[in-house]
């Protein structure tokens, strides 16, 4: 029987990367169920090819058009609409495996509830972890499942950390954090890491002076030199905030205490990310910058499968490049080093206060530069509370969008 794979942002890009490599191997993966926010003809569109058991729109308005275009489709599969049916078809006995690829903090029930459920997460939606990282890891523990990165730098490092073997270390507080019985039995430590080297490409404006960043358009930001993305994880690129925000999914998915990450920007996007060890050796996961490697090494793992990415060529390749990221210049990175310090929910203080000011320069109302200004503002009005449970950290994460929306009222 195949496997069967929920895919929650179906009609983004790492929907679409997801169901490109399951469409590679119908004996091994089903696509059963399909999820997405408002876009109802792409929606269907993937349904019709991709015959899922059930749809879920977000937006429950959109439910009857739904219904109508699928049976237009001559598609028969089961509709429901809401945030609630995405978080219950997540926990659900439809799927084995949930690829969590929504945007934004709009992920995080449906991440928990496939986490609590015991799902083999594939995790995609960092703002889940970076949001709720140690509630996440609590719903792992609870529900005894898997989790197995996505984003391509921490599939990078979980391909590079030792595998299958067991230590005598095993009861260390940050056994398992990834999944049960697996290879990362035994803190960092103990398996002789001794930093986590993420790579950042430096995205679209490397090299560039703050002077020369003004007058930046969302077009212009968009505009990724090697990966193509949605909107807001390009931009987050492009501030280098998606590296911070990385920073702080590698110390809760690998127990990484913050002075054990490194940053290097590494322009090509081909080292992935790297892992070094107390006896100099240092191990790296290369390959074309093609998200559809992690994801059918996420899909597959512990086997490997094909993803259709083509042969990375070293020979073809310039000299591999890299450097120190820009601090000064992109200072989203420097206050998600800040934020991850500061502990508590500062992380998740962060992230909504970014969501907020990306979707405020995504619609032309915010200067690119003023992104980090709105996040430093909104980190400075709220100190980091302890981290209690779901409840308070959304409602938190509400005040946050608040503060960070009156300091755009108070900049215009
Ligand atoms: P995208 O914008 O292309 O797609 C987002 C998906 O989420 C869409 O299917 C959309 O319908 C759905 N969605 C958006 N808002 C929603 C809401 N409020 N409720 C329910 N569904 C909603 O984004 P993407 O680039 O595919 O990124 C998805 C996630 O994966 C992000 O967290 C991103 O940081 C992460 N990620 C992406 C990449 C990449 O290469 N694209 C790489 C690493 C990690
Ligand atoms: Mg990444």
Not at 40 to 48: E, I, R
Not at 333 to 340: D, E, H, P, R, S
Not at 356 to 375: R, T, Y
Request: with cysteine; aromatic share 2%; charged share 15%.
């Amino acid at each position: 029987m195949p496997q069967k794979v929920a895919i929650l942002g179906a009609t983004g890009s790492i929907g679409g990367s997801t169901l490109d490599v399951i469409a590679r191997h119908p004996q091994r993966f089903h696509a059963s169920v399909l999820t997405a926010h408002r876009n109802v003809d792409a929606l269907v569109a993937l349904c019709a090819v991709h015959r899922p058991e059930l749809a879920v729109i977000a937006d429950p308005a959109l439910e009857p058009l739904l219904a109508q275009r699928l049976r237009a489709a001559g598609v028969a599969c089961d509709i429901a609409s809401g945030h609630a049916a995405i978080t219950a078809a997540a926990a659900s006995t439809l799927c084995d495996t949930v690829v969590a690829a929504i945007v934004g903090a709009a992920g995080l029930d449906s991440t928990l509830a496939a986490a609590r459920a015991g799902k083999r997460l594939l995790l995609a939606n960092k703002e889940s972890v970076v949001m709720a990282g140690t509630l996440l890891l609590e719903a792992l523990a609870e529900g005894g499942g898997e989790l197995i990165p996505v984003d391509s730098e921490h599939n990078a490092i979980f391909q590079c950390l030792p595998g299958g073997r067991s230590t005598p270390h095993n009861n260390q507080p940050h056994n398992n954090r990834l999944h049960n019985g697996g290879p990362h039995n035994g803190s960092l430590r103990a398996n002789g890491v001794r930093r986590l080297i993420l790579t950042a490409s430096g995205g679209p404006f490397r090299g560039r002076t703050r002077a020369e960043l003004a007058g930046i358009t969302p077009d212009q930001a968009c505009k990724h030199p090697n990966w193509t993305m949605g909107r807001k994880i390009s931009v987050d690129s492009a501030t280098l905030m998606n590296k911070g925000l990385e920073v702080i999914e590698a110390h809760h998915l690998f127990g990484a205490p913050v002075d054990v990450i490194e940053v290097l920007v590494h322009p090509q996007s081909l080292v992935h990310s790297l892992v070094e060890y107390v006896d100099g050796s240092v191990l790296a996961q290369l390959g074309n910058p093609d998200m559809r490697t992690a994801i059918a090494h996420a899909l597959a793992w512990p086997d490997r499968i094909e993803a259709g990415v083509a042969p990375l060529d070293l020979a073809a390749c310039a000299p591999l490049a890299f450097g120190p990221p820009d601090l000064l210049t992109f200072r989203c990175l420097a206050l998600a080093f800040q934020a991850l310090r500061a502990g508590g929910d500062a992380t998740a203080i962060l992230n909504a206060a970014n969501e907020v000011a990306v979707e405020a320069f995504l619609a032309g109302g915010l200067p690119f530069l003023s992104i980090a200004d709105v996040v430093e503002s909104v980190l400075t009005e709220l100190p980091p509370q302890a981290v209690v449970d779901v409840q308070t950290l959304v409602e938190r994460d509400r005040l946050a969008r608040e503060a960070a929306r009156q300091v755009l009222c108070n900049a215009c």
